[in-house]
Nanobody, 121 residues
Framework: QVQLVESGGGLVQAGGSLRLSCAAS????????MGWFRQAPGKEREFVAS????????AYEDSVKGRFTISRDNAKSTVYLQMNSLKPEDTAVYFC??????????????WGQGTQVTVSS
């Protein structure tokens, strides 16, 4: 069973930055694509970003391109989401995901419990 533990959420003013982290265990489970989804109140969960294994391909949802960067440290089995120029519409619970294979071409297989990001105007 893969466990994903997110951290780094919080409250930030518009224009600010946050970095989310997601640690995967056991470490052997992290040789797969990983990603981030988010769910705002009253809205469906949506894709934010993904990164393949070992980390040379990434993809982003259009509204976060140029502001968010996904990366991974394979030695630490950790994936990051650096979020800059945050907007109130980025407010959501952010979920870390692990895909079944090295590329994010199928639905995620595992989900973290989520971390709240709140952007005030």
């Amino acid at each position: 069973q893969v466990q994903l533990v997110e951290s780094g959420g919080g409250l930030v003013q518009a224009g600010g930055s946050l970095r989310l982290s997601c640690a995967a265990s056991p470490r052997t489970s992290s040789t797969v694509a990983m990603g981030w989804f988010r769910q705002a109140p009253g809205k469906e969960r949506e894709f934010v970003a993904s990164i393949n294994w070992p980390g040379f391909n990434s993809a982003y949802e259009d509204s976060v391109k140029g502001r968010f960067t996904i990366s991974r440290d394979n030695a630490k089995s950790t994936v990051y989401l650096q979020m800059n120029s945050l907007k109130p519409e980025d407010t959501a619970v952010y979920f870390c995901t692990a895909y079944p294979r090295t590329e994010a071409k199928s639905p995620p297989a595992y989900w973290g419990q989520g971390t709240q990001v709140t952007v005030s105007s």
